[in-house]
């Protein structure tokens, strides 16, 4: 555990940024609350680690169970045409994924996501609330 990073501490930063939908294999499941792409979520890892290989190889599959199990989920929730991850990490040391769902014709359709578009959406408390329940309905 770091101090520093707020996927070990759990403190208000990552409060600001996302909502815990449930906890998973090895990982936590977000909410992310830019709305943006409507079912983007964060499946971060339980242990402070920054990159895949540091796993071991157990780990990297739970891990990536862990992954494939949200994306299954947004898209039977949301059902976008693609779905998207992101692993960066540059300026957060904590092993990450960013699950984008993109839909045909929307933001950024046929490029790359952005992690912090111009016009941000935010939603209500209820709202949020119903996404968080259709994804937990949804997880295999």
């Keep these: 555990m770091s101090s520093d990073c707020f996927y070990c501490t759990k403190d208000q930063r ?3 940024l996302m909502i815990e939908i449930c906890q998973l294999g090895v990982s936590t499941l977000y909410l992310f609350k830019e709305q943006t792409y409507r079912g983007r979520c964060i499946v971060a890892y339980k242990g402070h680690i920054n990159e895949l290989y540091e796993l071991e190889d157990k780990e990297l599959a ?15 929730a949301f059902s976008p045409e693609k779905i998207n ?4 990490s540059d300026k957060l040391p904590h092993l990450h994924f960013h699950v ?4 045909k014709d929307g933001y950024t359709w ?7 578009p111009a ?7 209820a709202e949020y609330q119903e996404m968080i329940e259709l994804i937990k309905k949804n997880l295999q």
């Design 85 to 88: 991850y992101g692993a960066y």
């Design 110 to 116: 046929g490029g790359t996501f952005e992690m912090s």
């Design 100 to 103: 984008v769902p993109k839909y």
């Design 62 to 76: 739970l891990f990536m169970q862990d992954v494939s199990r949200a994306a299954s989920a947004i898209k039977k």
């Design 119 to 125: 016009n941000k959406q935010h939603l209500s408390d």
């Design 14 to 16: 990552l409060k600001d």
